[in-house]
T-cell receptor, first 111, second 111 residues
Framework: QEKVQQSPESLIVPEGAMSSLNCTFS?????SIWWYQQHPGKGPEALISIFSNGNKKEGRLTVYLNRASLHVSLHIRDSQPSDSAVYLC???????????FGAGTKLSVKP | GGIITQTPKFLIGQEGQKLTLKCQQNFNHDTMYWYRQDSGKGLRLIYY???????QKGDLSEGYDASREKKSSFSLTVTSAQKNEMAVFLCASSAGFSDYTFGSGTRLLVI
């Protein structure tokens, strides 16, 4: 089964800084990678997805995928206190199977 | 827009008890999922269902049963609750294997 690892476990950044989160996975043929945001007491909400090698930008979010190194990263530009949440990386295997999730990175943005 | 409703929101059970969690979605999504989230850990896949009356085991299916009697609903049963067990059970749905939407979760405590 797909193995998904996230780092760091927690991250504290000042308001306005760049936040960088990492995710590694075990299968280079995995179909798609998703990043989710989860606030306390809520279910995860989809933020951004990537399917092809390279990068994808949406607003303050940029995601980079390198299948050769089995690595994907999420960068949040101009981080805001409202961005404070747990960020989950989810990877869908290539055989039309359900996504597997990492343990998450807890982001705290200090005013 | 649609919604995923999980009931109950909180569930307190006793050791050895059989407990049932319910999930309803009105997106008309084909695929539904049950994940377990323990504190500080990622989501672990328990069961998923590709269509009505279909069931697929996930990575954590032992100790659980699931049922998908109709397209809009997916139930999960804890067959024998373990003492001091505490976790959040999250239901999700998707069209195919992309663009997942999660419910807010059922919080389980076993005393």
């Amino acid at each position: 089964q797909e193995k998904v690892q996230q780092s760091p476990e927690s991250l504290i950044v000042p308001e306005g800084a760049m936040s960088s989160l990492n995710c590694t996975f075990s299968n280079s043929a995995s179909q798609s990678i998703w990043w989710y945001q989860q606030h306390p007491g809520k279910g995860p909400e989809a933020l951004i997805s990537i399917f092809s090698n390279g990068n994808k930008k949406e607003g303050r979010l940029t995601v980079y995928l390198n299948r050769a190194s089995l690595h994907v990263s999420l960068h949040i530009r101009d981080s805001q206190p409202s961005d404070s949440a747990v960020y989950l990386c989810a990877v869908s295997p290539n055989n039309n199977n359900a996504p597997r999730f990492g343990a998450g990175t807890k982001l705290s943005v200090k005013p | 827009g649609g919604i995923i409703t999980q009931t109950p929101k909180f569930l307190i059970g006793q050791e050895g008890q059989k407990l049932t969690l319910k999930c309803q979605q009105n997106f008309n999504h084909d695929t539904m999922y049950w994940y377990r989230q323990d504190s500080g850990k990622g989501l672990r896949l328990i069961y998923y269902s590709i269509t009505e009356n279909d069931l697929q085991k996930g990575d954590l299916s032992e100790g659980y049963d699931a049922s998908r009697e109709k397209k809009s609903s997916f139930s999960l049963t804890v067959t024998s609750a373990q003492k001091n067990e505490m976790a959040v059970f999250l239901c999700a749905s998707s069209a195919g294997f992309s663009d997942y939407t999660f419910g807010s979760g059922t919080r389980l405590l076993v005393i």
